[in-house]
């Protein structure tokens, strides 16, 4: 059985340095002066994100998880030196059964609220995401949960449905694994951001002081916090909210804000290279780029007047054979960007690359006549209308420019005419999920290191995409991947899936690169762990 302990935790944080991926940039006067500084002080951190719901249930972006990161306590976490898993909160993890994973808190815990945070605010916090199961939620990660008990305060036991689950440990890192406070909460629907705040219902690093919704959020360092990290550094953190990246470039120039992250240009970025009041630190990283594609509502979807599988699958081909993926990265990304052929990034184990062969030249780019092909033997009439939506707020500066290009890719031989239209996120999160978009952008940041984690929120019948894609054969062997012990059988499987679902083409991913970020030369401390989460409580401004 795998287990965990918080034994010699804290000096696993104390010796981590930056995260390799990261690209992180900043201004270096910020928020208060040296001697400030020295004594607690404050720090401001700028964002072009946005945060769609504070409660854990509601949320699956990485916008929302930059501030629910600092606030809620995980039971267990990813260590800032490497992707191992290790207790948070709590005091050990570890397999007691095939199919039963048992979490031991330490007593006395509390609540920034003063109240008692025990093993039955852990029991309902999964209990509600399985019960609200909200559309934007990540609840679908907890496909494996069959229930919780807390047999006491201090423990906790999740009974799982099939043996032998690889990837469980993994999730309770991520965005399900948030702990909320059963006292504030609702049980069967999301709570209120403004009921969050008021309730002090914080048990991270940080709680927030002031919350002016994607607008300013002030956080003050948790007194209560018990968990993996050290003692915050910082008294205080400032995060402010940007509607463009190039405000935000101009306070990084001037000073006013001591760590950006999320998201500045290709441009941008190039540009503040050469000013000697930042540093730009930059590694590789899990996130990818891809389209998405509405089973029922993309041309000749099920729920459309011409529904017509053979047709709509002719369509999804054509834009696989289009996409110039090279010249995206490069034209648009400046090279920080690179071709993905794969749904799993290079890099991690099981990643192979069937978009390349299935599609376009059969060597990574694209083929016009590839495409007309497949559109004409499917008796599909040209040029096809497709409707491509993409948001201008949340994946950064340079998306007008990406899908611009695409659009210019798609119709170049007259096989289609693309209707590009953008709407801001926090709307966007919503209509996605409503069938409002026949086809449209999205981006992934990882939850934790895994290939799983680029199949299993995607491809099950019950995924976050919520596009009505449903492979029975496909959804049987990422459970069956999860649960295989087998380190070679495992990374087999995880190949198999790879290659039906490039088949099936439920989505097309096209670019994969590093995250971004940006501190000045006065700041220190990881901002990124080895899952991709941003920390406040590591940054140290002096």
């Known amino acids: 059985m795998t287990s965990a302990t918080k034994n010699g935790r804290r000096a696993l ?26 004594s607690g002080g404050s720090i401001t951190v700028g964002t072009t994100d946005k945060v769609t719901t504070l409660d854990p249930a509601g949320s699956y972006d990485n916008g929302s998880l930059a501030v629910q990161t600092q606030v809620f306590p995980y039971l267990l976490n990813t260590d800032y030196n490497s992707t ?24 006395g815990l509390k609540w920034a609220n003063g109240n008692d945070l025990t093993s039955a605010d852990v029991k309902f916090s999964f209990d509600r995401q399985l019960k609200i199961a909200d559309p934007n939620g990540a609840s679908s990660l907890l496909y494996n949960l069959e229930s919780v008990d807390a047999p006491d305060d201090t423990t906790v036991v999740f009974h799982l449905i099939a043996e032998n689950d690889q990837v469980f440990p993994l999730i309770l890192t991520s965005f399900p694994g948030a702990i909320v406070d059963d006292e504030v909460f609702s049980a069967d629907e999301l709570t209120s951001d403004d009921d969050i705040v008021a309730a002090k219902a914080f048990g991270g690093p940080y709680q927030i002081a002031s919350y002016d919704f994607n607008n300013l959020i002030s956080f003050k360092k948790n007194p209560e916090y018990k968990g993996l990290l050290a003692d915050a550094s910082t008294d205080t953190v400032n995060l402010k909210y940007y509607a463009e990246s190039s405000n935000m470039k101009l306070d990084v120039q001037e000073g ?7 998201s500045l240009s290709a441009t941008d970025i190039d540009d503040l290279k050469g000013n000697d009041k930042v540093k730009v630190v930059d590694g590789p990283g899990g996130e990818i780029r891809y389209i998405v594609f509405n ?10 007047p011409e529904a017509d599988p053979a047709k709509a699958l002719a369509v999804r081909q054509a834009v696989a054979d289009l996409i110039d993926r090279e010249e ?32 376009g030249d059969g060597a990574g780019a694209p083929d016009a006549a ?42 170049a031989d007259g096989l289609f005419t693309v209707n590009l239209q953008t709407t801001e996120w926090v709307q966007y999160s919503e209509d996605r999920v409503a069938d409002v978009y026949p086809a449209y952008q999205l981006g992934w940041f990882p939850d934790y290191s895994d290939a799983d984690n680029y199949l299993t929120p995607f491809f099950l019948k019950e995924n976050f995409l919520s596009n009505h894609y449903d492979n029975p054969e496909v959804n049987d062997l990422i459970l069956e991947q999860a649960v295989t ?16 679902v490039a088949a099936d083409l439920s989505t097309v991913p096209y670019l994969q690169g590093a995250q971004v970020a940006v501190t000045g030369t006065d700041i220190d401390g990881a901002v990124l762990d080895g899952s991709f989460k941003f ?3 590591s940054l140290t401004k002096g």
């Open 84 to 107: 191992d898993v290790v207790p948070d909160l709590a005091e050990s993890a570890e397999f007691t059964a095939p199919t039963e994973y048992t979490v031991t808190l330490p007593a």
């Open 370 to 411: 590839k495409a007309k092909a497949a559109l004409e033997a499917a008796g599909v009439t040209t040029p096809v209308e497709l409707n491509l939506q993409y948001s201008n707020d949340h994946y950064g500066p340079s998306s007008a420019d990406e899908y611009a290009l695409i659009k210019d890719q798609l119709e």
């Open 328 to 359: 995206l990265g490069e034209q648009v990304y400046k090279g920080t960007y690179t071709p993905l052929y794969s749904y799993i990034p290079a890099g991690l184990a099981g990643a192979v690359e069937p978009l390349k062969e299935l599609y």
């Open 485 to 500: 012990t087998d380190v070679a059988a495992r990374t087999a499987i995880i190949e198999e899936i790879q290659e039906k």
């Open 13 to 38: 944080i104390a010796a981590a340095g930056l995260s390799a991926a990261a690209l992180v940039l900043a201004g270096c006067s910020a928020g208060s002066n040296g001697d400030d500084a020295a």
């Open 256 to 262: 006013n804000i001591d760590v950006a992250y999320r």
């Open 295 to 304: 089973f029922d509502t993309q041309p000749y979807g099920a729920k459309t």
């Open 535 to 537: 920390r406040f409580a």
